[in-house]
């Protein structure tokens, strides 16, 4: 998570930023010297006017913190509204300029600190402070009755109108400079809750992204063990027993030879069928390339009419196998069958691989009430049997079960073998 708005400063500034105040103080005091040069010359405070170089000095006290005014708000409005004062106290003839360069600092504390109860406390003091000055200005004019003519006939007094229209001016003028302020960093601040959105959300999309990856790659990894596991195990049995054999039953060799080839052939049609799978998959339209089998004939949509298949493969390997149904057949949702004949192949391939030379594999079918039922036993070395193994075999039968809503038990029998049983809900 990112820093909260109470905690987030959008200070320090970049050399950007100092280098735009740096020009705005620049511009700013070249404006100044100007004005105050007009302004003397035109007699605004006659005699009492300020000498040339008070003048200069107040110039550079109120223009020379503005280039600092974003690295150092605080301090840049308290001195730029002292410069203010002395300016007018001083008698020094500039009554244009100076009132931007107290706008731009008090903005700035508004816009810039961090620290908003800080924020506020200064800028209530100086603004405290300017109406303080301005209201003894406009007492000390009270006891001038002269400073302004005295038209009985106005329908406000002239000196009554004044006082007003200065204090009217300066709460617009304050006003203005706290809203645009507090407006500004309700932005920034706006901005940087937005980015810190944008970044989760992009920092999300990168897991999903890596997520989805790293699951499609445990897919293929799993469709692959399916299809080559049971033919490669079913090969490696039969080009055994034809080894075995060769010398003195030729016949036989043979016929095991036979099956090897018949099993790569099958495990050769049966990765062609998923990657076309895959392939229609990436397309992204549903149509197939050219070549490629649908998709409702791929490897993950067996049938359970395909578990008996199995069976005869492993007594073709050399391995007694019973196939039993118990129960009424009946259809099954296609996953369902996909997830059972998966399981039955991968136990199966099991007992091949791990059950010992001449293991009996007992393969039953039970459909049930609300569910059907894969059992697949063996008589071989059960708890003692080969763990060398990756364990893919096991994670993906755990995973596919679940993947339905079923449950699998995987294990050695208490009276020696393997027991592998799935329950799969139908409904």
């Given at each position: 998570m990112g820093a909260t708005p109470s905690e987030w400063s959008r200070l320090p500034v970049g050399r950007q930023e100092l280098r735009q105040d740096a020009v705005l103080a620049g511009a700013l005091a070249l404006g100044m010297a100007t004005t105050v040069t007009l302004y003397g010359s035109s007699g605004a405070y006659d005699d009492d006017q300020a000498a040339w170089w008070v003048s200069a000095l107040m110039v550079l006290a109120n223009t020379v913190p503005i280039a600092f005014r974003r690295r150092f708000p605080m301090s840049a409005l308290v001195v730029v509204a002292l410069a203010f004062v002395g300016t007018q106290l001083l008698h020094v003839p500039e009554l244009f300029v100076v009132n931007f360069t107290l706008f731009i600092a008090l903005y700035t504390v508004g816009a810039w600190c961090s620290d908003r109860v800080r924020a506020e406390a200064v800028?209530?003091?100086?603004?405290?402070?300017?109406?303080?000055?301005?209201?003894?200005?406009?007492?000390?004019?009270?006891?001038?009755p002269t400073a302004l003519p005295n038209d009985g006939e106005a329908l406000i007094p002239p000196y009554i109108a004044y006082s007003l229209l200065n204090v009217l001016i300066n709460v617009v003028y304050f006003g203005a400079a706290w809203y645009a302020g507090n407006r500004a960093w309700s932005a920034a601040v706006a901005r940087h809750e937005l980015d810190l959105r944008t970044a989760e959300l992009t920092a999300e999309r990168e897991r999903s992204a890596a997520q989805a990856i790293t699951l499609e790659r445990v897919r293929i990894a799993r469709e692959l063990h399916d299809v080559v596991a049971h033919h490669v195990a079913l090969m490696g049995v039969q080009a055994g027993a034809a080894r075995r054999v060769l010398g003195r039953d030729p016949e036989q060799a043979a016929s095991s030879l036979s099956v090897v080839e018949d099993s790569a052939r099958t495990a050769v049609e049966e990765l062609r069928r998923m990657l076309g799978t895959l392939r229609a998959h990436d397309v992204g339209d549903g149509a197939a390339p050219a070549g490629s089998t649908a998709a409702g004939a791929a490897p993950s949509t067996e049938g359970i009419g395909r578990i008996a298949e199995v069976v005869e493969a492993a007594r073709t390997a050399g391995h007694p196998a019973d196939w039993s149904v118990v129960g009424e057949e009946r259809p099954v949702p296609p996953t369902v069958a996909a997830v059972a004949f998966r399981v039955a192949q991968e136990a199966v391939t099991n007992v091949l691989k791990h059950a010992g030379h001449g293991a009996r594999a007992d393969v039953r079918l039970r459909y049930l009430a609300d569910a059907v039922e894969v059992e697949v036993t063996d008589d071989g070395r059960g708890g003692t049997r080969d763990t060398t193994g990756s364990g893919l075999g096991h994670v993906g039968m755990r995973e596919r079960v679940a993947a339905v809503g079923g449950t699998v038990e995987i294990g050695p029998r208490a009276r020696g073998g393997y027991l592998v049983r799935a329950w799969l809900p139908t409904t």
């Open positions: 800028r209530w003091v100086v603004i405290g402070g300017m109406f303080t000055w301005l209201f003894l200005a406009i007492v000390f004019g009270w006891s001038m």
